[in-house]
């Protein structure tokens, strides 16, 4: 049997190797294919980044755990779950990726979550490498008692694993502050340490002011520069949001907050549709709904009287659509939807949301499109803030975080343009990937072969 080696610098043999290596893994092949599409032409014109074994090294993880999570639910059930955590590529910082609870959850989908965190930390310009863990534990209807036990156990298992300075999780979907703070509780109970091990932390132990905000702000200052860009503003703009989780929540609060006309919103059963706009108030109906009463976004159709699809968002007329749910939730049918809507700006809250092909109808349609390690990076980056501000013992103001959200948003934007700029159009997945790319790839260079 031959050497397992890239061939050669091409995409197909990329490809080839990661499914020879990588069976079933299809999200995984998925992220790779869209992020070494834009960077191996890149590679090819610049000397420095060939013969190092630097796309092998990049498409390997540094490390993947697996482990089992026994819990027992409140009948007297003895369950197991199974556990994940990839430590993808520390050239930069301590790794740092969310975890994410959903039964979807299995090694391809954090592998590929932790391929595209690398990139995406690389962009914030903070010390942070990659990585993404989490179960396929489902939270839908647990009681807290059981969303308690099972966080514990899987931290007893984590803790092993993880520390303020060799990687510091935060949550995803399913896991939000409670589920941190359970975890943070477990973590400082079995190290004797109260340290920053875990970000997403409330705002009484160490949490970030704007950390619940961040991903959603943090997308709608990017869509804002993007459309500034283009002499364009948000305001007045008709905006769809697909999930009404943390991202798509605060999406929707800064939307609104920019003077733009939010119409849509979604879970994983169908999207209501509000052609008078979501307002402040109905807003905080939303986030009662699902934060505290756990319910189900049709609830907000009946209470204002509007239209409910058990379908996804998409096919709306809109000018900006901003998919905050799950990935693949944009395939080619809902790229011509939106094309046929007259979209103008396609911004991903949430990770991988469209599809290689969705993108490619996005681009060749002349629509502007924001990758997720992009437009997504706020969270992540407040989380980075989270880290400073735990490791000095300091608790910054909300506007000096949301300053730096901002500050941060908008250099990730000009990075996108300096290396996505193509005459007068600009390519921002080239460009986040190129940009993200060139810090993690002269990092590891540096360090040699690790
Ligand atoms: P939440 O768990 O808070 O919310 C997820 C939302 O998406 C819910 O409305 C959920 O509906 C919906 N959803 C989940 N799966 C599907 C599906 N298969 N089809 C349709 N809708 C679905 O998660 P977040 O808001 O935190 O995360 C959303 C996305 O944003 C994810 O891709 C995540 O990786 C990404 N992201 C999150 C960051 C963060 O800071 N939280 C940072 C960067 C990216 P239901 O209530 O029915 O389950």
């Not at 609060?253 to 920019?258: G, M, N, S, V």
């Not at 009287?305 to 749910?325: F, G, Q, S, T």
């Amino acid at each position: 049997m031959e050497d397992i080696r890239l061939k050669d610098l091409s995409l197909d043999s990329i490809l080839e190797l990661i499914k020879f290596r990588n069976p079933e893994q299809k999200e995984f092949h998925q992220a790779v294919h869209e992020v070494m599409e834009t960077i191996v032409p890149f590679i090819k014109d610049h000397k420095k980044y060939q013969n190092t074994g630097l796309i092998e090294r990049l498409i390997e993880p540094e490390r993947s755990v697996l482990f089992r999570v026994p819990w027992e639910d409140d009948n007297g059930n003895y369950r197991v779950n199974r556990g994940f955590r990839v430590q993808f590529n520390s050239a930069l910082g301590p790794y740092k990726g969310g975890l994410r609870f959903h039964p979807s959850v299995n090694l391809g989908i954090v592998k590929f979550l932790a391929f595209e965190q690398t990139f995406k930390n690389s962009l914030t310009g903070l010390p942070l490498g990659g990585g993404k863990g989490g179960s396929d534990f489902n939270p839908r209807g647990k009681s807290d008692a059981e969303i308690m036990r099972y966080s514990q156990s899987f931290m007893n298992e984590l803790h092993r694993y993880v520390s303020n300075v060799t990687d510091v999780p935060a949550g995803d979907i399913g896991v939000g502050e409670r589920e941190v703070g359970y975890m943070f509780g477990q973590y400082k109970r079995l190290t004797a340490e109260f340290t920053g091990v875990i970000t997403g932390k409330g705002l009484a132990y160490g949490g970030s002011k704007v950390r619940t905000q961040s991903t959603g702000y943090g997308l709608l200052y990017f869509v804002n520069a993007m459309l500034r860009n283009r002499d364009e503003s948000i305001e007045g703009k008709k905006v769809v949001i697909s999930g009404s989780g943390n991202v798509a929540q605060f999406a929707c609060e800064k939307a609104i907050d920019l003077g733009a006309k939010v119409v849509a919103m979604s879970d994983s059963n169908g999207a209501i549709y509000d052609k008078d706009g979501i307002d402040e108030e109905k807003l905080e109906y939303i986030k009662h709904l699902k934060n505290v009463k756990r319910g189900r976004i049709k609830e907000y159709a009946e209470k204002y009287n509007c239209e409910y699809k058990e379908i996804n968002p998409w096919n709306v007329d809109c000018d900006v659509a901003l998919p905050c749910a799950a990935e693949n939730e944009i395939t080619e049918k809902e790229a011509k939807q939106l094309v046929n809507n007259n979209v103008i700006c396609v911004a991903e809250g949430a990770n991988m949301p469209c599809t290689v092909k969705a993108i490619k109808i996005l681009q060749e349609s002349g629509v502007i499109y924001a990758p997720g390690k992009a437009s997504n990076a706020g969270g992540v980056a407040v989380s980075g803030l989270e880290m400073t501000q735990n490791a000095n013992r300091l608790s910054w103001s909300f506007n000096t975080v949301d300053e730096r959200l901002i500050n941060i948003m908008q250099r990730i934007h000009k990075k996108c343009v300096k290396y996505g700029t193509n005459g007068n159009q600009i390519n921002y997945l080239k460009g986040a990937n190129i940009a993200g790319f060139i810090k993690v790839a002269d990092a590891m260079i540096a360090q040699g072969n690790v």
